[in-house]
């Protein structure tokens, strides 16, 4: 990473900055946010959650129907809940917080950029966030993983802040936001960012100063524990041992240590998913960590680096401790693409100020011509794609297309300057295109929203539902009361008929309702009487009785 300078003679116009990222937050975070449903096992649960706390009134103890569900903190559900009771309830009132969560960390990124460096190198930075597209994806859902994403980056830019400018109140601000990280996704909050600033400090030599200053880190402590104590305190009161057992050992220790989640995937999974999940950068990554490892020294030597060092233990960190882990999943690591951002953003300011820039100039090509790529294979895939009309899926690809287009003619007509700032802009018009097109056919086939309500509408009184060899948690947002439950508030999902007949004779209309993939709907038929009622995509609604019914 390259030492970053002023050049405010050719800085960029801040306004045109701020409406620039606002028209890119809109097309990636908001536009058409409540047009999909809930989606994976993830969403529909925590936006039940945040539905039953803001209609219950009971803004601390999670539930899922009645029953405690201690596997998370309470920040995403206050936001979704504030959501619900701002907007009413519904799928966009869930989202609309995150999106708003996500905008706050690119807004940041600028302000940091533009507060530390210059305006430029605060646009390209933000610029490179909200086009990134696991961050544009994970914007889209109510889930934990971007609160905790930018409450970190709120607590690690304002650290830096601190150590550049001197002023306390930065310090207090990354105190609040390590609280604010805590809160989002327990103790990773304070673990990850205080192990980056622990380590920064030692490799700056700074540590000792740090430590100096007593005053400083007990008001740093005190806020912190004042932001965690608005839900952590009563809890302990609460719940106790029961919130010990489950929040901390169960879903710290053992998700950490234990495969008992069963998200396992190999040691490099991350490195991977740090690399692609910044696409349409990905290539700009991969320069940026080639010239690294080739000056990595000066990242010690040089205090004109110390951003760069910042950034990488940033990423190195949080990627190291959760390749570690046997539990893996996506959303883990989301909290490096803000330090990505920055890293490809200085990248970019860099190359801006000085020449050559031949490889700035293949990089975007390369990047182009895999935008072309992307858009022939949506052509050549257009009828295959499910619940997708072909036109609709040809004009998602003809969009893509032309964004490739649009950056490799200002390339070759102009220079590689406004092809890189053309990029997002592209980005941004085919995630518009994509939820016009294809996401409708894709939230049938990855959602079972429709045939959930389904369920809800033809139960009988009292009857009840449970699933037969696969779960889909859908049905915890859209009929939370139907499905027979366990102890922690999973749906009841069986792996042979005979356990499901067993259930009848004690269901109050000697029924039940059954949700199966399709495949598996003739083993019911073995030992029940199956009356079909509604199907979607691979999955079939069917009401089962008993073959004999015991005489009245």
């Known amino acids: 990473m390259a030492q970053i300078t002023h050049s405010e003679s050719t800085d960029f116009n801040p306004k045109f900055c701020l409406l620039a ?40 103890t999670p539930q899922i129907a009645g029953i405690h569900w201690f596997e998370k903190p309470a920040l995403t559900y206050w936001l979704v809940a504030t959501g619900f009771l701002v907007f009413g309830v519904s799928e966009e009132s869930a989202r609309i917080p995150i999106a708003l969560f996500s905008s706050v960390g690119v807004f940041a990124l600028f302000w940091f950029g533009r507060r530390l460096f210059s305006t430029r190198f605060g646009y390209l930075s933000a610029m490179v966030l909200v086009s990134s597209g696991i961050w544009i994806g994970f914007s889209r859902a109510a889930t934990f993983d971007l609160p905790l994403a930018v409450s970190m980056e709120i607590a690690l830019l304002a650290f830096f802040c601190w150590f550049r400018l001197g002023n306390n109140w930065f310090w207090y601000i990354c105190c609040f936001g390590m609280g604010l990280a805590m809160l989002a996704k327990g103790l990773i909050g304070i673990l990850l960012p205080g192990a980056i600033i622990f380590l920064f400090l030692l490799l700056t030599r700074t540590l000792g100063g740090f430590f100096k200053q007593p005053k400083l880190l007990l008001i740093g402590a005190g806020i912190f524990l004042l932001t965690i104590a608005t839900w952590y305190l009563p809890m302990f009161i609460r719940h106790g041992n029961e919130f010990w057992q489950e929040f901390f050992v169960a879903h710290h220790f053992q998700r950490f240590l234990t495969n008992k989640f069963k998200h396992p995937q190999p040691f490099y999974f991350f490195t991977i998913v740090a690399i692609l999940g910044c696409l349409p950068w990905s290539l700009f990554l991969l320069a940026e960590i080639g010239t690294t490892i080739k000056r990595w020294r000066d990242l010690l030597t040089q205090p004109e680096r110390r ?65 072309f790529a992307i858009s022939i294979e949506l052509s050549v895939r257009a009828e295959k794609i499910p619940y997708s009309g072909p036109l609709l899926v040809l004009g998602l690809a003809a969009v893509v297309g032309l964004a490739a287009f649009v950056s490799i003619s200002y390339l070759f007509l102009r220079d590689e300057r406004p092809a890189t700032i ?39 009184p009292g009857e009840r539902l449970v699933f037969f060899i696969n779960t889909d948690f859908s049905i915890d947002f859209y009929a939370p009361e139907l499905p027979l439950r366990d102890a922690r508030a999973y749906p009841q999902t069986y792996m042979k008929s005979q356990e499901i007949a067993a259930l009848l004779p004690s269901q109050p209309d000697k029924s039940l309702l059954v949700l199966s993939p399709k495949r598996w709907v003739k083993g019911l038929e073995e030992t029940m009487l199956v009356q079909p009622i509604h199907d979607q995509h691979d999955w079939i609604l069917v009401r089962v009785t008993a073959r004999n019914p015991p005489a009245q």
């Open 422 to 460: 053309a990029l997002p802009f592209g980005i941004g018009l085919s995630i518009i295109a994509a939820t016009l097109t294809v996401m409708p056919g894709y939230a049938l086939t990855e959602s079972t929203a429709q045939i959930s309500g389904t369920a809800k509408d033809v139960a009988k």
């Open 21 to 60: 990222l606002a028209f890119l937050c809109f097309a990636s975070f908001f536009f058409r946010l409540g047009y999909l449903p809930m989606i994976g096992p993830d969403e529909p649960r925590y936006t039940e959650v945040a539905r039953e706390m803001y209609e219950r009134g009971d803004w601390i």
């Open 307 to 371: 951003l760069s060092l910042f950034l990488w233990l940033w990423v190195i960190v949080i990627v190291g401790f959760f390749s570690i882990s046997t539990s893996k999943l996506t959303g883990y690591i989301l909290p490096v693409f803000p330090a990505i951002a920055l890293l490809v953003g200085e990248r970019l300011n860099h190359w801006w100020q000085h020449k050559p820039r031949t490889l700035w100039r293949w990089l975007i090509l390369l990047t182009s011509v895999l935008l």
